[in-house]
């Protein structure tokens, strides 16, 4: 799951030719990053080049949380009150999202550069303990990943797009479990429901669709539904996977709200769409209408006679 940030404007401003193009070039590597593939190297962050300015002009985190948007250096090169940012992001199976972070981690990866910023603070380590000693936690098992009280990775993307202020940020003493758990749920569901466009790994051309739609850019080629990826190579049983849906309970209860919203903005869409062409088509027929009703240009000049009638009124005269 990412976030980031489209640009949108309604008044005059320089060098908005460059960043036009920037964003299509942007677009354009999006509909790989968001194919699906694991196949490659994974981006941690992506810039928006302004040709013209020698300058990366969007940038973003590409694991960036709710909480951490006032932080951003995007703000910093749009102060402009006419700029208005619209949030997307990407949601993913809860079970499949897991695996994948658990094979990510026993390679070698961390996210030691991550501050965890909430409420202008970083937390303590008493309140975000270590699940490992050392450098990184490469080599863990799956029951090791599983097993660990303080792993981020329980639950991520309603931690992600939850107002953690809320709830204390990583303070578990702040309030109840139960009650920390389903504030951060809601919180979740409504930040994900104002955003102007998320899209559903599972479901790559319906989130093509969505967002060409949402913003009226069209991507250079169509998204490819890739089946391979490392999460999906994992076997794992129905005990495990059950484990799994457990410690991720918050994410498949979100997970399960996001699809079903998912599904009512892309029929909305469509309904839309079809509307539109039935407007067209209509048009068309009634300029087709219109263009066999004129009348069709004279042979003669208007008050001349036919050449037989003016030739016996020759004669006759005669």
Known sequence: MFLW??????????????????IKQWVSWSASAWSGSETGPAHRQRGCWAVLQSRSWLTQWAHSTWWERPGTNI????????????YITLLRDPVSRYLSEWRHVQRGATWKTSLHMCDGRTPTPEELPSCYEGTDWSGCTLQEFMDCP?????????????DLSLVGCYNMSFIPENKRAQILLESAKKNLKDMAFFGLTEFQRKTQYLFERTFNLKFIRPFMQYNSTRAGGVEVDNDTIRRIEELNDLDMQLYDYAKDLFQQRYQYKRQLERMEQRIKNREERLLHRSNEALPKEETEEQGRLPTEDYMSHIIEKW
Do not use: E, I, W
């Open 150 to 162: 303080y792993n981020l990775a329980n639950n991520r993307q309603v931690r992600m797009l939850a």
């Open 5 to 22: 940030f489209y640009p949108a404007t309604h008044c005059r401003l320089p060098d908005f030719s460059s960043a036009a193009r920037s």
């Open 75 to 86: 703000y910093s090169v749009f102060s402009s009150p006419c700029r208005k940012f619209y």
